[in-house]
């Protein structure tokens, strides 16, 4: 039972465009989300996160959006670079709860054609 | 110097077998993880370890055994392999186990059960 979605396996885009990657959760309890972005033989590397108690963070490039009445979250990237292409991981969690149990996303592979 | 290192990167072994993944941390972190992300490419959490207890032990067969001779390194024994346990596995480490500190990944072990 999957309590994290990423229902798009890959995404292609062009440079400087923007990249809208998007998430779903099923778990009312989730109150703290996640973005993680792993390269080819390479760990996931955190990316940024956003608090329920607010409905959008910014950091950089990188911009998550949380829409907690659809369970929907989204990571815009403007402008997208092809540094950006990678497999992105949408993560979710109850804050209050241990770290172990954050709950991972499937990945949306996103390339970022020069 | 690597934050969060594990060996070997691939490990190729017959089923029976029983082999050895290490991990080491050089963050100060409290808390190590154990991941597993399978051919659908999930990310589940498998153990995790505070302070050298362990704190999360999700239903993995008992032929898995993590050891932390101290906070800083967690390995991960697994006896009798089988052809289900080929998969990624990733050691990651975090500030604490509450609230939220990012993960920090190692590069993750290639296990191939032939």
């Known amino acids: 039972d999957q309590q994290v979605k990423q229902n798009s396996p890959s995404l292609s885009v062009q440079e400087g465009r923007i990249s809208i990657l998007n998430c779903d959760y099923t778990n009312s309890m989730f109150d703290y989300f996640l973005w993680y972005k792993k390269y080819p033989a390479e760990g996931p590397t955190f990316l940024i996160s956003?608090?329920?108690?607010?409905d959008k963070n910014e950091d950089g490039r990188f911009t998550v959006f949380l829409n907690k009445s659809a369970k929907h979250l989204s990571l815009h990237i403007v402008p997208s670079q092809p540094g950006d292409s990678a497999v992105y991981f949408c993560?979710?969690?109850?804050?209050?709860?241990?770290?172990?149990?954050?709950?991972f996303g499937k990945g949306t592979k996103l390339s970022v054609k020069p | 110097d690597t934050a969060v290192s594990q060996t070997p990167k691939y490990l190729v072994t017959q089923m029976g077998n029983d082999k050895s993944i290490k991990c080491e941390q050089n963050l100060g972190h409290d808390t190590m993880y154990w991941y597993k992300q399978d051919s659908k490419k999930f990310l589940k959490i498998m153990f995790s370890?505070?302070?050298?207890?362990?704190?999360i032990n999700e239903t993995v067969p008992n032929r898995f055994s993590p050891k932390s001779p101290d906070k800083a390194h967690l390995n991960l024994h697994i006896n009798s392999l089988e052809l289900g346990d080929s998969a990624v596995y990733f050691c990651?480490?975090?500030?604490?186990?509450?609230?939220?500190?990012?993960?920090?990944f190692g590069n993750g072990t290639r296990l191939t059960v032939t």
């Open positions: 993560a979710a969690m109850n804050y209050g709860g241990s770290q172990g149990n954050l709950i």
């Open positions: 990651a480490s975090s500030q604490s186990d509450r609230g939220f500190s990012p993960l920090h």
């Open positions: 370890y505070n302070n050298k207890e362990l704190i």
């Open positions: 956003i608090s329920s108690i607010k």
